[in-house]
């Protein structure tokens, strides 16, 4: 996968697309979001929300609702709660988040009883197309796990391999990155990279090429591995970097989108379905990207 | 502001002379291309053994039996101010950094050492991302001295008080996220004049050098969207941002390694020609 124009074009020829349920639709920057990803064939929606204020919204950005199922639910958290089971119930594929709270959503998909848990944990993942990379670049985790243990690790990257099986990158191959790429008994960061990359050569982690740990020069940049004679399948060739903790990550996400002037398209991954997570700091193609992610995470978790 | 060229101007309008300890080929050839761009004026080098390249003139030469003399020599030259800048050829990192910090004969300040990246973003100019290569899990006050170390080799660089941003993963205190409260404490320390320096955080990444990013999360912050100088929270974060600035955002960069009492150049195999010669541009700025 080369860039995301490569994955719009892929939704747009599909017939069935794939249906978002929106918790608290009833916003203007959401309602924008779900018209453009409609209108360009990305992704349909149902709206779950206070019907009367999505109808007051609706018009103002010419968006025409009666392409839409509307779900009328004022109450944010009970918009949570609906906009979940309408994914167990199979009527939508993914999940995006409007006008509720991050801590009610995030518990609405996590319920025991309810929710879309999976035994894996969830975790955030971003794609981004590089000026100065020649193909999507998967960031995890910059803004879900704080402090993951070496086992919450191994369950990130399981989920970021699925993510980008499920988006068509075949066999991805994965850089555990640290400061260095020796292994520092003083650095945690290098040990657990040892210890996952040895668990994926055992078979623990299924689906994808993994080697740590690596430095993010030697991980995207084969004459930078060649300099220090790095042998690995991965090195200059990463498909996916995963950060020793959510610190690091989070500065690589922010570097990459402010400095790198990247494309990014991000979801958690790790339940049942893709979940869409934007913020309103998120730009409009953020958010647009976002949601062609998970669309094509849907479409290709169904296909695995 | 400032860019690489206005580095290179500086660096030219001095004498800058480089001690190098054990040099070899490849340090020759990062000094030979900043000697031609005029950055350098001239090297001490010493050498063990016989050197692996043809000696110009700007070169003086002191045979050595061992590293351990070649470090210290090397030293020697830049504490008696022969020289502006250290420069670590093929001896031992250990070896050489022990010569640096010697009590009696090293290069002490008194504070810890320190790797400065220097990066140039196109609208903003230069600016420092320190700690990313040298101190593995700094301590508040380690973090406090990085700081200083940086602010200091900015000033000698322009006569404005650079603003330091403190970066974590987000810019509310978290008591389970150990970075936002060290930045909250270094925040205050500086408050305090307990550091001398204009310093806030927590800030995320894009708070720190993005406007538009601060304002959408309503930062009252007199460094947000203006940071000369980011303060990273450990070396895998630091590293792993200079890395991504060089190799994804194309960005041009140079490090040096403050905190002694001249410059350090410690170029590694897997710089690219650019960066050595920013690195030993930087080192010729700060001298």
């Not at chain 1, 924008?32 to 360009?40: G, M, T």
């Not at chain 2, 400065?116 to 196109?122: F, P």
Request: with cysteine.
């Amino acid at each position: 996968m080369k860039s995301f124009s490569e994955i719009l074009q892929k939704l747009q020829d599909i017939t069935e697309k794939e249906i978002l349920a929106v918790a608290g639709a009833a916003d203007e920057e959401v309602l924008k979001a779900v018209k453009k990803a409609s209108d360009e064939g990305i992704a349909e929606a149902i709206l779950v929300g206070d019907e009367e204020k999505i109808k007051e919204i609706a018009p103002s950005i010419g968006m025409e609702l009666s392409k839409f199922e509307i779900v009328n639910e004022p109450d944010p958290r009970q918009a949570c709660k609906k906009a979940v089971e309408l994914v167990r119930e199979g009527k939508a594929n993914m999940l995006m988040k409007g006008l509720v709270q991050t801590a009610d959503y995030l518990r609405a998909i996590l319920d025991k009883e309810k929710g879309l848990r999976t035994n894996s944990l969830m975790s955030h993942i971003a794609f981004f197309e590089l000026e100065h990379y020649p193909k999507l670049l998967g960031v995890t985790d910059a803004a879900m796990n704080i402090a993951p243990t070496l086992e919450e690790k191994v369950k990130i990257v399981q989920n970021a391999i699925n993510a980008a099986r499920a988006i068509g990158i075949e066999e991805p191959k994965v850089a555990l990155l640290a400061a260095v790429e020796t292994v520092n008994p003083k650095m945690p960061a290098t040990l657990d990279a040892a210890a996952i990359a040895k668990m994926a050569a055992r078979n623990q982690i299924k689906g994808g090429i993994v080697d740590g740990p690596l430095a993010l020069d030697n991980a995207v940049s084969e004459e930078a591995a060649k300099h220090k004679k790095i042998e690995s399948p991965v090195a200059g060739k990463a498909d996916i970097l995963v950060t020793p903790d959510i610190e690091a990550g989070n500065v690589l996400y922010k570097a990459l989108g402010f400095l790198a002037k990247g494309k990014v398209g991000a979801v958690l991954v790790g339940a049942k379905v893709p979940v869409v997570l934007t913020s309103r700091a998120d730009s409009d193609e953020a958010k647009h990207l976002s949601i062609a992610l998970a669309a094509v995470m849907s479409k290709g978790m169904q296909n695995l | 502001m400032f860019f690489w060229k206005d580095l290179e101007e500086k660096a030219r309008g001095k004498k800058f002379i480089v001690s190098v300890a054990a040099i070899n080929s490849s340090s020759f050839e990062a000094l030979k291309n900043a000697k031609d761009k005029g950055i350098v004026e001239k090297v001490i080098a010493t050498a063990i053994g016989e050197v692996d390249f043809e000696v110009p003139s700007w070169i003086e030469i002191i045979k050595v039996e061992d590293e351990k003399q070649a470090a210290k020599i090397a030293v020697s030259k830049v504490r008696n101010k022969e020289a502006g800048a250290i420069m670590k050829g093929k001896v031992q990192t250990s070896t050489f950094m022990k010569a640096i910090l010697d009590k009696e004969e090293g290069l002490r300040t008194g504070r810890l050492l320190s790797h400065i990246l220097a990066v140039e973003h196109t609208e903003k100019g230069i600016m420092f991302i320190t700690d990313g290569g040298i101190n593995i899990e700094p301590t508040l006050e380690e973090k406090a001295q990085i700081i200083e170390n940086a602010v200091e080799s900015w000033l000698k660089i322009e006569d404005n008080m650079p603003k330091v941003a403190v970066v974590a993963a987000v810019e509310t205190v978290n008591p389970k996220m150990n970075a936002t409260l060290e930045a909250a404490s270094l925040t205050q320390m500086a408050i305090r004049r307990q550091i001398k320096a204009i310093v806030d955080g927590p800030l995320a990444l894009d708070n720190a050098v993005s406007k538009e990013a601060a304002l959408h999360k309503k930062i009252t912050s007199f460094v947000a969207g203006e940071a000369n100088i980011i303060i990273v929270p450990d070396i895998e974060a630091g590293n792993i941002l200079g890395k991504a600035c060089i190799y994804l955002a194309g960005m041009k960069a140079g490090g040096i390694v403050a905190g002694a009492s001249a410059p350090i150049i410690m170029l590694s195999r897997a710089d690219t020609e650019v960066e050595k010669y920013n690195s030993i541009v930087l080192a010729a700025a700060i001298s």
